[in-house]
């Protein structure tokens, strides 16, 4: 039966009929196993470079491991550029016949640019791999006349969630796994998110046209609550805001019908291959972020689009640069982002309040009890006022926090906000410099926070502007003879209008019978 596991010993028998130059057919024949079967068995074979004789000698466990188990397609970075490279190449390759242009006469080129890149038979293996592909001769249970490169993707959410540990609350964050996949190459994609929100939806899907570098001309969705308000068998009633991204990206939205899992069955089948080549994998390990988590997501995904397919020569990812990647639109300069609205009163703080992250945005002070009227997206929050823009904020989902702009503030709320002990010492020495050491002196003397000592410098200041200058400075001097760095002694001085202040006796309390204390007791 096809698909069957088939055990070693039966593979052995099959490297034995190769060695003597057997034809698959009749060697299929001969040991009783379907001819795709042999076909998949002897390309492994051939590409494996220990060769029949070598795998013979292997035991039957490793020989069972080295041709199921599977290897990504190419597993050093170099693809990467090479994949780059493909469109140009081909190009070039089309043409040869009028420029005379070789593939070693490309390879050469490319090994001038990058001197650590593929060889030459590396380099004819991999764009072979590549044009073998995008073939029509090429071997594919994938039905080609339905699914047509770039033309649709399978969109929807995994059963059972990945998680992360919130690094301010030690919580278990559980999150969404956002699952697409193109049918004509079955190329695979995965992204967590919070939810499965509309907000969250469309966020995902504009994360994987980016990820494949265009877009497909149909959408397929489930009859997911985030994309379809009203499910109906012939005619559901897609979501108005995913209707709004399709026309952004020049597709349409054409849900699968309900309970009709053969819709998109692909997807289906690329959400089992997760839950095995990324779910599985990643078990036991801990993340601390979205991102982080989403960063080892995309390398498994890497890593199960370049593994070789079953009954296929190439894998996920060249199919999908073959056949999939020149049939997708074009992306806009702009990516979509979902724009709500809401309007807000100016608090008595020159602030809004967000309701919706609980975080407030700073607004001009001449705006306070007026209605604004705010437009925000994912990532942006943009507030207006008689038509015209007052302030675009990046948004910041911190709660009870403010996001203040200095230039929206009063000058007297600015100058409360500027508050330093070195701005209160610069002020001090513009106006006196008696004032300025007596004020440097309370800062750097005093084991108190600088924050309690912000009143007594407003009150000396405002004491020097409605005081004599004379006798101002004399009462700074003295409290800085005796040390008295403050504002109730300078005031006392200026009120008794500095009377006596070189005499001992008003500094100091005269000894008479009447003072009681513990000497009087000794």
């Given amino acids: 039966m096809a698909g069957k596991t088939k055990s070693m010993s039966q593979i052995k028998q099959l490297l034995l009929l190769k060695r003597q130059n057997v034809s698959n057919r009749k060697a299929a024949v001969q040991i009783g196993m379907d001819k795709e079967t042999v076909n998949n068995y002897v390309r492994k074979v051939c590409a494996d470079p220990l060769g029949i004789d070598g795998l013979l000698e292997l035991d039957d466990p490793v020989l069972e491991h080295r041709l199921k188990g599977g290897s990504p397609a190419y597993p050093d970075n170099r693809f990467d550029e090479f994949k780059r490279l493909l469109p140009y190449l081909e190009e070039e390759m089309s043409r040869s016949g009028k420029t005379h242009v070789t593939l070693k006469l490309l390879w050469e080129e490319y090994r001038r640019d990058h001197p650590d890149g593929y060889g030459l038979t590396q380099f004819r293996y991999h764009y072979n791999q590549n044009a073998l592909a995008s073939s029509d001769k090429a071997p594919s249970t994938i039905l080609k006349d339905l699914y047509v490169g770039g033309e649709k993707a399978f969109l929807d959410y995994a059963g059972d969630t990945l998680g992360y540990i919130d690094m301010h609350t030690a919580d278990k964050v559980r999150t969404q796994s956002f699952i697409a996949c193109l049918p004509a190459s079955d190329y695979g994609f995965m992204l967590c998110v919070p939810s499965q929100s509309t907000e969250d939806f469309v966020y995902a899907i504009t994360k994987f046209f980016e990820h494949i570098g265009g877009a497909p001309r149909i959408l397929v969705p489930d009859n997911l609550k985030a994309a379809i308000v009203k499910t109906d068998r012939y005619e559901p009633s897609v979501n108005r805001i995913l209707e709004d991204m399709a026309n952004h990206y020049g597709c349409v939205v054409i849900p699968a019908r309900p309970r009709h899992p053969k819709d998109k069955s692909l997807v289906e ?18 993340f601390y972020s979205l991102e982080e988590l989403n960063r080892a997501v995309a390398e498994k995904m890497q890593a199960h689009n370049r593994k070789r397919m079953q009954h296929h020569p190439y894998s996920r990812e060249e199919r999908f640069l073959a056949v999939d990647k020149p049939g997708l639109l074009p992306l806009p300069q702009k990516r979509f982002e979902i724009k709500s609205y809401t309007d807000l009163k100016v608090g008595a703080n020159c602030c809004i309040y967000f309701g919706r992250d609980k975080h407030y945005y700073s607004v001009p002070y001449h705006f306070i009890g007026k209605q604004v009227h705010v437009e925000y997206t994912r990532n942006l929050v943009k507030i207006y006022a008689d038509g015209r823009l007052l302030k675009a904020y990046e948004r910041d989902y911190s709660h009870g926090r403010y996001t203040i702009c200095d230039e929206h503030l009063a000058s007297n709320s600015r100058e409360y906000r500027d508050r330093t002990p070195q701005r209160y010492i610069e002020r001090c020495e513009k106006v006196s410099v008696e004032l300025g050491r007596l004020v440097t002196l309370m800062f750097h003397t005093s084991r108190l926070p600088a924050e309690m000592h912000y009143r007594s410098c ?27 760095y403050n504002y109730r002694f300078v005031r006392q001085l200026i009120d008794s209008r500095c009377a006596g202040v070189h005499q001992h006796d008003l500094l100091m309390p005269p000894e008479h019978d009447n003072i009681r204390g513990r000497e009087q007791f000794t």
């Fill in 269 to 286: 089948d690329q959400v089992r291959l997760v839950y095995r080549r990324v779910y599985a994998e990643l078990r036991n390990r801990t």
């Fill in 458 to 484: 407003d009150g000396l200041l405002n004491l020097q502007r409605t005081t004599d200058p004379v006798l101002f400075r004399t009462a700074c001097e003295t409290a800085i003879e005796y040390g008295r």
